[in-house]
């Protein structure tokens, strides 16, 4: 009986401690001239127990969002004991045949994936690769700096990027927005750095954590482009 009330403590705080939902990310693809890059997220809210999905355009070389790029919804329907939300995510890429037809995006061509965050591995302020296609060692840096506590938290972040081509030349890039507080947010990661199909650019993508005292902690995924030369 001991054991049972002790396992039915722990999962009682492991509900309260991360209270909020956790949103599943998902690589939608890119145009045929790698330019432009879908993503999204997907899940089911603690707090209205509703299923929600969000997609996102963004132009590869400008690192903003295409006109009409962005869509988010809440999904009405009732949801059943084990249940993920991957359905709202479908009907809501059908509702963005428009968008995906103008930018030609193929679902297929999701690029070369040079780093993924594992869950439940520590995530790393500081993260070296090299590139055996290209030869270039690749060195990230995340700067991040939280401002408040509570319902008034908010945290910026930048990436400092180094690159270091085979003869031994340096070039440095800062991707982000130093200055940038976003509200509510209390953390960043490094979830995924990926290469477009044509090897243009890189993708990185930022794994958010949120806190609010109405939905508690949750994650939300947010990209970063840098053009290469």
């Not at 705080?13 to 432009?36: K, P, Q, R």
């Not at 439940?120 to 270039?136: I, M, S, T, V, Y």
């Amino acid at each position: 009986m001991k054991k049972i009330a002790l396992i039915i403590v722990l999962l009682s705080n492991s509900l309260f401690i991360f209270a909020g939902d956790v949103a599943t990310y998902i690589n939608l693809g890119f145009s045929e001239d790698a330019n432009v890059f879908m993503f999204g997220q997907y899940g089911i809210s603690e707090d209205t127990m509703k299923t929600y999905a969000d997609l996102y355009a963004v132009n590869v070389k400008k690192n903003v969002f295409v006109k009409n790029g962005v869509m988010e919804k809440v999904f009405p329907d009732k949801i059943f004991s084990g249940q993920d939300g991957i359905g709202g995510m479908l009907m809501l890429l059908h509702d963005s045949s428009d968008l995906v037809e103008r930018y030609k995006i193929n679902h297929v061509a999701t690029g070369r994936v040079v780093y993924i965050l594992i869950d439940g591995d520590a995530p790393k302020e500081r993260l070296e690769f090299r590139d055996f296609n290209k030869g270039n060692r690749y060195v990230l840096t995340l700067v991040q700096e939280k401002f408040g506590t509570k319902d008034s938290v908010s945290s910026s972040f930048h990436i400092n990027v180094a690159i270091t081509d085979k003869e031994d030349n340096t070039e440095t890039f800062t991707v982000g927005l130093p200055n940038y507080k976003r509200k509510g947010v209390t953390g960043y990661r490094i979830k995924q750095i990926v290469f477009n199909p044509d090897e243009t650019a890189l993708i990185i993508v930022v794994e958010k954590d949120l806190f609010s005292a109405k939905e508690g902690k949750s994650i939300r995924y947010m990209v970063e482009t840098l053009p290469l030369h």
